[in-house]
């Protein structure tokens, strides 16, 4: 029994891998545009709106003391509630009541 080995070697063309190298270098650099020009246009958006925050910030307190300021009123004072007694005072009143034996 007789084994053949392919021997590609012969049969490939020596100018295919600087091809393939070439094809894949350009593709890198475009993709390497591609990346750098997201981010400048991610980095514009960001100033732009960073710059409409600020002049809306800058409006909003100008305008601030304008503004009519409202009268508060105090808070009524809390009565006191069953809940607010103290324990001792609770039982008190429960041996008043005839509530504990």
Same mark, same amino acid.
């Given at each position: 029994?007789? &084994?053949? %080995?392919?021997?590609? /070697?012969k049969n490939r063309d020596p100018n295919a891998s600087r091809d393939k =190298? !070439? &094809?894949r270098a350009m593709e890198g !650099? @475009?993709?390497? =545009?591609?990346?750098e020009a997201?981010?400048?246009? &991610?980095?514009d958006k960001? !100033?732009? %709106?960073?710059a409409l925050r600020l002049a @809306? *910030? =800058?409006a909003d307190r100008s305008a601030a003391p304008l503004a009519v300021a409202k009268k +508060? +009123? @105090?808070?009524a004072k809390k009565k006191p509630s069953k809940s607010? *007694? /103290? %324990? /001792?005072?609770?039982? @008190? !009143?429960?041996? #008043?009541? #005839?509530?504990?034996?």
């Open positions: 029994m007789e &084994v053949i %080995l392919a021997n590609n /070697s =190298a !070439a &094809v !650099a @475009k993709a390497t =545009a591609q990346y997201e981010s400048q246009a &991610v980095r960001t !100033a732009r %709106l960073r @809306k *910030e =800058a +508060t +009123t @105090k808070p607010d *007694e /103290s %324990l /001792s005072e609770w039982l @008190k !009143a429960e041996d #008043g009541a #005839g509530r504990r034996s």
